[in-house]
Every structure is written in C-alpha cells, then in structure tokens.
C-alpha cells in the first residue's frame, strides 16, 4: 500500500479581503501570509441563514480538537442590506457565540475571489496556502476533520507546519439584564417569560418588563432537563402556554421542545433527541425518538403545538394528547410556494401566532408574512421569494419586508409583524390587505406580545423589552426596495450543463445499499425559464434547457449525497448526509457559459 502523501489539486489562495474588518482579533488585522504554518478553515455565511448557524455548531469540536493547528475564519458574506451593516455582524458574532476570528466582507470581495455560491462554503487551505477542498453546505465537518488529520501528518513531515494559540481574541461581555433576547411570553401571572438566548436561559421579568424575578438555566449551553439552577438550554427561542401551568420552549440549537413547569421552575424534554433531522430520518412518530431541525418557534393552535420548524423549512406540530410530532406543512424546499399543505414551500419560519381561523407565520428567508388555513392550505399575504426585500408600505401585493422573524395577531384581526432586519414593527390589515408600518427605530425586533392596549417588542439587539402604544394612525416610512446583491451567473440560452461535483471525503464511499446515494431536484422562478431539466433525479449532473424567451430568473437547486466509511470489515459504518440548496440568480445572454458547476464536496476539476 502506498503511504506517501495524498495527491491533490492545488490552487493558490486568494487574500482575504474584507471592508468591514476584523472581528474577535483584539483589533489585529490578519493577511493570509501571517496564518502560514497553520491549517485554515474558510467558513462562508452569512448571520440569516439557518445552514450556516447549523455549520458555526458543527464546527465548535473541530476547533477545540485542534486548536493548535487549525484556524477558523468566518468570512462573512451578507445576503440582505440589513447584514452589510458593521455594527450588524459585530452583534451576530455574540449573538451567536462564534469563539473564531471572522471577517466582514460586506461587498463580497473575497466570497467573488473564491468563486463561493451557496451560504454556507467551507474552503481548507493548507499550511503552504493553498486551496486543497471546498464544500457547500452542512453535514461536511466529518470529512474536514479527516483531511485535517492527513494535513496535520503530511505538513509535520515537511516541517511546514507551524503549531500554537491562534488570533482570537474574546471581546469583554457586556452587563446587560438581557442578552440578545429571542421571544416573550406574558404569563398569567402578568409578568413575562423572555428566552435569553445568547446567555442559554430563559428570564422571567416584572409587570414593568425590566426587574428580574427569576432566571431558569445554569446559563451554561447543554442539554440536561432539571430544576431553574441545573437546567441547560442551548440558545433557546419560542415560548408557548400550555393547558396545565407550564411553556413549552424551543430549545433551537437542541434541536428540541422542552417543557417549563412554571409552579416548580422543573425543566423536562417533550420532544427531539439532541440530534438535527436529516433526509431520510423520521417525520412522524412518539415526540421523544424524533429528530428535529432548529424550531424557532411554537404556537397553540387546533389542539396541538405546530412549531415552526426554521432547520428544515418546514411546520411540525406536537400532540400534547398522545406525545407525539408529526409534519404538518412544507416539502423541506426552500422558497415560496402556496397551496395544499403537502405541497407549500417555506424559507426558514421563525414567527407563529394563532387565530381561530388562521396561524400566522413570519417566513424570514423569504421576507415574506403568511398563513395556514384550517384546512392545513398555505397563503401568502406579503413577500415574493427568496430575492426580493425592503421597506415598503402600501397594497399587500407590492408591500416589502426585511428577514421578518415575530408576529403577533392584534385585537382588531390585523397582525403585527417583527420585521427585524427594517428595525421595525409593520401591521398587516386582511380587511384593506394595506400594509403599514407601526414604529420605527428598532434595534432587531425578533418578537412582540399584547399587554392591554400597549404592545411590548423584544428589541434583540438593544437586549430589552421596549412598550409601545398601539398607535391610532401608523407612521409613514419612505419606499426603499432591494435586490439580493449577488451577481447573476451569465449563462448561454438553451442547453446548459447542471454539474453538481461530489468527491466522497477520505476513507468514504457513496452509500448506495439501500439504493441510490444521491438526489438532485432542480426548479426555478419563473417556472417558464426551464423548458426541460426540471425535477428530481438520482444523477448529480443533468442538461437543463433554458427557454429563450425568458432574459433572467433563479435556478433552485437542491442536492444531497450520503457517504459512508469504505471499511468492508466494519458491519455498521458511520454514515453522513452532505446536502446543500442554492438559489442561482442567471441572467441569458449570447456570451454566457453552457456549463454550470456548483461544488457540494471536492474541488471542480
């Protein structure tokens, strides 16, 4: 057998560059040339996006393991407006607990240097400063840590590889009450149940919405039930009352619902098991043996629990009478899709509120407010699709949001809706279908509940409640309207060649004992720019016919690999799921290219 070192393409990496900054280096700014030495892992994101947070977890034990050799940067490359603020992502970065170096890159320079185009990427670069993987997606750190390990090894060997602390640098807590808080709930009692996230806890407050009355959870992030001092949360979101003295709580990066007994402060687990559903796990069964994806938040509404299920672009919903979950909405597409339940499509649901007749839902991705039926339907009141987002008020049909993720049903019919990333609270009205705007210079307000006739906003960023009167007469915002800011792919009018490249990682094969290892589904809005290829198939390559009658529009693609470790000795090998959705702006043009590569794992010979 032949030990020498792997064979790989090697691509010289570009510098990093970025007009934001350095974060989390104590004020040092860092070029490529000053991590020679060390193993340097490239994560692409982008604070919005549920895969990229599902990745910043994924990525916590790699780090730890080889803190020594390897240097994580976040490189972060904004989708909406709201994220190319400085300010913004210096807040995303505690928020959100990211203990690496990261680089704010709000015109994506370096994301168009590494030809990145899906959030998330991760790119290695090896101790000589070269380009050796690149992966889309989550489910990739498995294979990073092998190529880590040979890494390690091969640059030892060479004397090239440099070993010590890293550049991060953590910057002081603040003494805030509250820590970018997610979601409040008022309680029977008068005071409000608020989820803590940042600080894994949740906090019951006064009547005056400011002095603490108790804190539930050692604070520190796990997954243990127990009493208010024992408990662990792992950045925990949505609060719903249940029947008998207790909230159920969405515990999002648990992947679970646990339930608070109010009376004894006793955190018990209703449903999840700690692990992130993936394709192919179960979508129905007894709540416990259940995986589940990042729910965010949860509603009572028609006897059960539905969550919203932000992992998977989906609604779950859990039956309090016989502990079970089940889904109720959402095919795990991404995108915006009205109709029959089965059939919807969500991006990233992350508000509930429930009506007799309708549960209303904040679907951030696609900046869009909708509702269920009682039917189980799926409508859309605001909000066209992945690309399109602003301030804007007006008919509901033109009317913009920004990433939205509360909403709130008022007295009147109307909601309320936490549109976060515009900084402000708007209001929904069925009867006109006018969409206005309620208040305006709020700090990421991420939910908001009813308190009389006032109306209490968790305004995350500022770590408070803020009361607001219900105001007779909305306020008036100037029309601001924007694109997603990523360049559309130039691509040739009819045929068009979709290649999806996969490299198994190391030691890995494609799983195919249970049939095929691989799935590919193609759309696109308008559904007119596909004259053929659209679909699901089991092949990662496919020609696409691309009608010449429509100048732009996005190519959806969603892929997925399963690979498992290549050991015929081995009875039960460890198997993973690589998967990975992209939204591809292209624009048709006589020059454009006919082939369209999109790397979920390997390099694209």
Known sequence: ???????????????????????????????????????????????????????????????????????????????????????????????????????????????????????????????????????????????????????????????????????????????????????????????????????????????????????????????????????????????ALLDDDSVVVADTVNHALRRLDLTTGEVTTLAGTGRQWWQGSPTSGPAREVDLSSPWDVARWQGRVWIAMAGVHQLWAYDPADATVTVTAGTTNEGLVDGPGGEAWFAQPSGLAATPERLWLADSETSALRWVEPDGSVRTAVGTGLFDFGHRDGAAGQALLQHPLGVTALPDGSVAVADTYNHALRRFDPATGEVTTLATDLREPSDAVLVGGDIVVVESARHRLTRLRLPEEAVKVAEVAHRTQREATEV??????????????????????????????????????????????????????????????????????????????????????????????????????????????????
């Open 1 to 239: 057998m032949d030990h020498s070192a792997p064979r790989r393409a090697r691509v010289r990496a570009p510098e990093l560059i970025g007009k934001g900054g350095w974060l989390n280096t104590g004020g040092q700014q860092y070029t490529l040339a000053d991590l020679r030495g060390r193993i340097v892992v490239l994560d692409f994101w982008t604070f919005c996006c549920i895969n990229c947070l599902h990745v910043l977890d994924e990525l916590r034990e790699l780090e730890e393991k080889h803190r020594d050799t390897v240097v994580v940067i976040g490189v972060h490359s904004p989708k909406f407006v709201h994220e190319a603020e400085h300010q913004a992502v210096v807040d995303a970065v505690e928020r959100y607990g990211v203990e690496h170096p990261v680089l704010d890159d709000p015109e994506l320079a370096t994301w168009k240097q590494y030809a990145v185009r899906a959030w998330p990427t991760l790119v290695v670069i090896d101790p000589e400063g070269y380009v050796v993987a690149q992966h889309a997606g989550e489910g990739h750190v498995h294979a990073i840590e092998r190529l880590v390990e040979e890494l390690e090894t091969e640059h030892a060997a060479k004397g090239t590889l440099r070993r010590g602390d890293g550049p991060y640098v953590a910057p002081e807590p603040e003494p805030t009450v509250l820590r970018f808080p997610g979601k409040a709930l008022l309680l029977p009692s008068g005071n409000f149940l608020v989820s803590d996230t940042t600080r894994h806890q949740l906090v019951e407050l006064a009547e005056d919405g400011e002095s603490v009355v108790r804190r539930i959870g050692s604070g520190a992030r796990g997954f243990a039930d127990g009493d208010a001092s024992t408990v662990t949360f792992n950045e925990p979101q949505g609060l």
């Open 492 to 605: 040739a009018p009819g045929r068009l060649r979709l290649d999806v490249i996969f490299q198994a990682p190391a030691g890995q094969k494609l799983d195919t004992r249970y049939g095929p290892s691989t799935r590919l589904l193609v759309s696109s809005t308008p559904p007119e720019l596909l004259s053929t290829g659209e679909g699901a198939g089991t092949d990662l390559s496919r020609a696409l016919e691309l009608d010449p009658s429509v100048p732009e529009g996005v190519l959806h693609v969603s892929a997925m690999a399963a690979s498992c470790d290549d050991d015929p000795d081995n009875e039960y090998p460890a198997c993973h799921v690589h998967q990975q959705d992209w939204g591809v702006p292209v624009r048709l043009t006589g020059a454009g290219t006919d082939r369209l590569p999109l790397v979920l794992a390997g390099m694209d010979a």
